[in-house]
């Protein structure tokens, strides 16, 4: 297997654009994480899915950042419109029914926001 | 809900052993995981316990989990310059969403 794949590696955009992070998890996997990374904040979870359904969506900033999950193959967070403050490292991760819960992560997204 | 805190930094010599830290809150978690990130990649499982374990082994790597302290650490032998890296402390508490502390960044001098 490929691993979690995410598109694209690296993304810079001006202010008030729209972004969309593509994911596609590893085959199989039941659930579907997208995470934030930034120096000031760390990792923060923004949302997950269990079998192509939001769960928790509590982490996510707010009204401009939203995710779906058409299938189980595919999720995208969207940004709409992006700030400066957006820059930071995306990363998708997938778990499965492994009984130690454990997340494969994606290489990430790079986000810059000028 | 459930909090996990790390030391942000620690700097070892290359052959010395390093020791990180971590203590959370929630004792719920039937795991305890062990992450680590290396530049420019995504966090990548390195070692878990169960909850009902004291200490796991795997070969240079030595988990030590106390339930009553809630205290999690884990050691690396004769630390290598390829360990340096961020390593997260994480648990599952309540079986549901993963909660990852801040990061240890580790920096290992030749």
């Known amino acids: 297997d490929a691993g979690v794949i995410q598109s694209p590696r690296h993304e810079v955009t001006e202010m008030g654009q729209e972004v969309t992070l593509r994911c596609k998890p590893i085959?199989?996997?039941?659930?579907l994480f997208w995470y934030r990374q930034t120096m000031m904040r760390g990792l923060e979870l923004l949302i997950y899915?269990?079998?192509?359904?939001?769960?928790?969506d509590s982490g996510m900033p707010e009204d401009r950042f939203s995710a779906k999950m058409p299938n189980a193959s595919f999720s995208t967070l969207k940004i709409q419109p992006s700030e400066p403050r957006d820059s930071a490292v995306y990363f998708c991760?997938?778990?499965?029914?492994?009984?130690?819960?454990?997340?494969?992560f994606g290489p990430g997204t790079r986000l810059t926001v000028l | 809900g459930e909090d996990v805190e790390q030391s942000l930094f620690l700097s070892v010599r290359e052959g010395d052993s390093s020791v990180i830290n971590c203590t959370y809150t929630?004792?719920?978690?039937?795991?305890l995981y062990w992450y680590k990130q290396e530049p420019g990649a995504g966090l990548q499982l390195l070692t878990y316990i169960f909850s009902n374990m004291d200490m796991k082994q795997d070969q240079r790597l030595t988990v030590l989990l106390n339930k009553k302290d809630k205290h999690l650490s884990l050691r690396i032998a004769d630390t290598q310059t390829g360990d340096s890296a961020i390593y997260f402390c994480?648990?599952?508490?309540?079986?549901?969403?993963?909660?990852f502390g801040a990061g240890t960044r580790l920096f290992v001098k030749a």
């Open positions: 994480a648990g599952v508490p309540g079986g549901f969403k993963t909660i």
């Open positions: 899915f269990n079998n192509n359904v939001p769960i928790d």
């Open positions: 929630d004792s719920s978690s039937t795991y």
């Open positions: 991760a997938s778990s499965g029914l492994a009984p130690y819960n454990e997340q494969f």
């Open positions: 085959s199989g996997h039941n659930s």
